[in-house]
């Protein structure tokens, strides 16, 4: 028996910028935010750093990735721009040699038949603009639309899909508010400034971008991590608070201004001390978030069990049953779940697509130097199959984009957590597809799944 997705369903992978292109200062890129906080003692597992990650700002390694993107059948990849390549300082003109390196990469992927989809920010903020306060700093909005409309100008016509934001709640809350990511702020009370002002950068995008260059369709939208909420106590009424609580500073303090044009009511009382009291927000500011959108892009990786803390503050707990080998609970259902949810709740018949999923395992090559990684077929069939339920019960599904091409420099967990479909020997940048990538290949090739 054959499960099959719609014809036209658009099957892809994912990557971002910092974690495969190394090349940190090649043809005047500027520093990052990322390319400061590796060098922080303590911050990334054993000391590494992204630069030389994947190696593919190299162009005979680029032109080897991208046929080998061909041969797994990719119909689409999504990839990021580092902004610092663009405008080393943030702002002003564009770097040359930086726009040429990904004009290279988007030719190269039209000349093989698969559809680019850019992602104008994945976390790589310059360094120059975090001098200035970073994204807590309403300048960096209009920083951010002065890059994206240069970016737009010179590739629209070659980028199909255009993502504006990549996960905002990861940046807001591991970058400004727990310090475990890049800027490394740790500093809750920026947290609710930064969520707006990435919002406020996505619309104003949008509307700048859109219908820009002529007789060019392009589609816009954020890509949002949503995340089950879900209390370790169903019939605790504590443990029910602090998960909505969580729910709302995860999901809906993003999904709620975007396609409702309004912050969520209960978030924005529990959270007024800590946002100090909302200044930030313009009167203007939340129609502009909430200008139209052409798709959403949904990332899942595991649900989170949440726990009231003292004053029913959100504490997460342990999750039941298998996980990978970061320590995440494998729960296919929860994808059904989340897509299901943002239908109903927000989206409607926009369509949507899965724009990471995936896993990390203990990867290894075996003697006879292949690398056996039946868990994350696993791990993928059984949220393809949601997946397809999901399309079953009415959701707009679109497209599927695993989580990830490569191997790569998993942020703070460095290089121990393999992602990819490939697997990545670092020292000499060889790849050796998985046997996820073969089973990846043919679920491609019959636009479905076995079984």
């Known amino acids: 028996m054959t499960i099959s997705f719609p014809a036209g369903f658009v099957w892809g992978a994912a990557t971002s910028g910092y974690q495969i292109e190394g090349a940190p200062e090649a043809d005047g890129k500027g520093a990052s935010i990322w390319d400061t906080f590796v060098k922080v003692p303590g911050k990334i597992l054993h000391g590494d ?23 797994l059948g990719l119909k689409s990849f999504i990839f990021s721009v580092q902004w610092p390549r663009i405008q080393p300082d943030g702002r002003g003109g564009a770097n040359a040699k930086g726009l040429d390196y990904y004009r290279r990469l988007v030719d190269g992927l039209q000349a093989r038949g698969i559809a680019p989809a850019l992602t104008l920010y994945h976390w790589e903020l310059p360094q120059a603009l975090q001098d200035r306060g970073g994204w807590v700093n309403r300048e960096t909005v209009a920083r951010f639309v002065e890059y994206a409309t240069i970016l737009y100008d010179a590739l629209a016509a070659q980028v199909p899909i255009w993502v504006t934001q990549n996960e905002p709640h990861t940046t807001a809350w591991l970058g400004y508010g727990y310090g475990k990511h890049a800027p490394g702020v740790a500093d809750e009370k920026s947290v609710f400034a930064v969520a707006h002002h990435l919002l406020l950068s996505h619309g104003l995008a949008v509307k700048t971008l859109r219908g820009r260059v002529a007789n060019v369709k392009t589609a816009f939208g954020p890509v949002l991590n949503v995340t089950p909420a879900r ?10 608070l602090a998960a909505k609580r969580f729910d709302g500073d995860q999901n809906r303090l993003f999904l709620d201004p975007i396609f409702r044009g309004e912050y969520p009511a209960d978030v924005v009382e529990y959270r007024r001390e800590a946002a100090g009291g909302w200044k930030f927000v313009r009167a203007e500011d939340l129609e502009i978030i909430h200008t139209a959108v052409d798709f959403l892009g949904v990332n899942y990786y595991t649900p989170t069990m949440i726990a009231a803390g003292p004053g029913d503050r959100p504490e997460w707990r342990p999750n039941p049953g298998p ?13 059904h779940e989340v897509l299901d949810r943002v239908r109903t709740e927000y989206t409607g018949n926009l369509p949507l697509y899965v ?6 395992f203990r990867d290894y090559l075996n003697p006879e130097g292949e690398c056996r990684d039946p868990e994350r077929v696993d791990f993928l069939r059984g949220h393809l199959r949601e997946a397809h339920r999901a399309i079953e019960d009415g959701v707009p599904l679109a497209g599927y984009f695993v989580w990830s091409l490569l191997d790569n420099f998993e942020w703070d967990s460095a290089y121990r957590e393999r992602f990819g479909l490939v697997y990545v020997d670092y020292p000499t940048q060889r790849r050796v597809p998985k046997s996820s990538f073969e089973w990846y290949r043919e679920v491609i090739e019959r636009n479905g799944l076995e079984g």
Do not use: F
């Open 49 to 71: 750093t992204g630069a030389r990650a994947c190696n593919t700002y190299d162009p005979k390694q680029l032109e080897a990735d991208m046929d080998l993107m061909v041969r």
């Open 323 to 335: 996980t990978t080998a970061m320590g995440w609970a494998i729960d296919p259902a929860g994808l």
């Open 355 to 360: 724009s990471e999923n995936g896993a990390s």
């Open 231 to 240: 209390p370790v106590r169903p019939d605790s009424e504590h443990d029910r």
